[in-house]
């Protein structure tokens, strides 16, 4: 009996291990006219919107390059360059090539160290990037209906974020005070907390407070919003977001609200003094 539990024992250990240690995998796809040093971006992450080709991921996860361009394309590993410098050959360090791909194909490759990989298109260097590689990134995650009492369809917004935790589905917005009031819901072990803020949520974050306490932040504007990037502690329990405009105070809803109240007022009034007539 013994020898036939064992084997048992372990297909359940590697199947609850395989469980825990789920691995991502990221898409990026490469847009039509990339070739084209003129075009808008190059790159475009599909879980996020981000198109700078910089993204952020954990050991074990998987990106996958889609060529959506008609022109041929390839992702090869590089060392750093500087900013205003476009990579060469001489750069290439061997790590990782697609070799030619063209539209409709992909090149997948499996990140299991940390550390920053930078890479490019060899045949068109102003197309590069690069891919952090951190411990406890955790997934993408989504809030639903965001300030849905004020948005004019009355459905709300989207806001994604990244963590190891949940943030609760009940987010404070505030249009008085141009703000955003976001709560996690457990402890996290990461350092920071990244959100994608659509620009009609909310415009130009420019002040981060955790805990009452006024952070620091890193910005950048995509075609999905804004991506902030924002330091947190495991005892961090509440994030305010503070912009130069949050969604109308008074929306669709809630005009039409207001509009309901005010005929049913003058309604009620013309009944009273029929009363008296």
């Given at each position: 009996?013994?020898?036939?539990?064992?084997?048992?024992?372990?297909?359940?250990?590697?199947?609850?291990?395989?469980?825990?240690?789920?691995?991502?995998?990221?898409?990026?796809?490469?847009?039509?006219?990339?070739?084209?040093?003129?075009?808008?971006?190059?790159?475009s992450e599909k879980s996020?919107?981000?198109?700078?080709?910089?993204?952020?991921?954990?050991?074990?996860?998987?990106?996958?390059?889609?060529?959506?361009?008609?022109?041929?394309?390839?992702?090869?590993?590089?060392?750093?360059?500087?900013?205003?410098?476009?990579?060469?050959?001489?750069?290439?360090?061997?790590?990782?090539?697609?070799?030619?791909?063209?539209?409709?194909?992909?090149?997948?490759?499996?990140?299991?160290?940390?550390?920053?990989?930078?890479?490019?298109?060899?045949?068109?260097?102003?197309?590069?990037?690069?891919?952090?590689?951190?411990?406890?990134?955790?997934?993408?995650?989504?809030?639903?209906?965001?300030?849905?009492?004020?948005?004019?369809?009355?459905?709300?917004?989207?806001?994604?974020?990244?963590?190891?935790?949940?943030?609760?589905?009940?987010?404070?917005?505030?249009?008085?005070?141009?703000?955003?009031?976001?709560?996690?819901?457990?402890?996290?072990?990461?350092?920071?907390?990244?959100?994608?803020?659509?620009?009609?949520?909310?415009?130009?974050?420019?002040?981060?407070?955790?805990?009452?306490?006024?952070?620091?932040?890193?910005?950048?504007?995509?075609?999905?919003?804004?991506?902030?990037?924002i330091p947190i502690t495991?005892?961090?329990?509440?994030?305010?977001?503070?912009?130069?405009?949050?969604?109308?105070?008074?929306?669709?809803?809630a005009i039409s609200i207001?509009?309901?109240?005010?005929?049913?007022?003058?309604?009620?009034?013309?009944?009273?003094?029929?009363?008296?007539?």
């Open positions: 009996m013994r020898v036939y539990l064992l084997p048992l024992l372990v297909l359940f250990v590697a199947g609850y291990a395989s469980l825990a240690f789920a691995e991502t995998t990221y898409e990026i796809k490469i847009p039509t006219g990339a070739s084209d040093p003129g075009a808008p971006f190059f790159w996020t919107g981000v198109t700078t080709g910089i993204i952020t991921i954990s050991p074990g996860d998987s990106i996958t390059w889609q060529n959506a361009d008609t022109a041929f394309h390839t992702v090869t590993s590089i060392s750093q360059t500087a900013d205003d410098v476009l990579p060469v050959k001489d750069d290439e360090d061997g790590i990782f090539d697609s070799g030619f791909f063209t539209a409709d194909e992909y090149y997948t490759r499996d990140f299991d160290d940390l550390g920053d990989f930078y890479y490019y298109c060899s045949l068109h260097p102003w197309m590069n990037g690069v891919i952090h590689v951190v411990p406890s990134l955790g997934n993408v995650q989504s809030i639903d209906s965001v300030g849905s009492g004020y948005s004019d369809d009355g459905l709300g917004f989207e806001v994604k974020y990244i963590l190891d935790t949940n943030l609760q589905n009940a987010v404070h917005v505030s249009p008085d005070e141009k703000s955003l009031t976001f709560r996690i819901s457990g402890t996290s072990e990461n350092d920071d907390i990244t959100f994608i803020l659509p620009s009609n949520l909310i415009e130009n974050p420019n002040a981060v407070f955790v805990d009452g306490v006024m952070s620091e932040f890193e910005s950048e504007y995509t075609s999905s919003g804004t991506k902030l990037i495991v005892d961090s329990q509440e994030i305010k977001i503070m912009g130069t405009k949050v969604i109308p105070e008074f929306g669709f809803l207001l509009s309901i109240g005010i005929i049913s007022m003058l309604f009620l009034t013309r009944s009273k003094l029929s009363m008296f007539r």
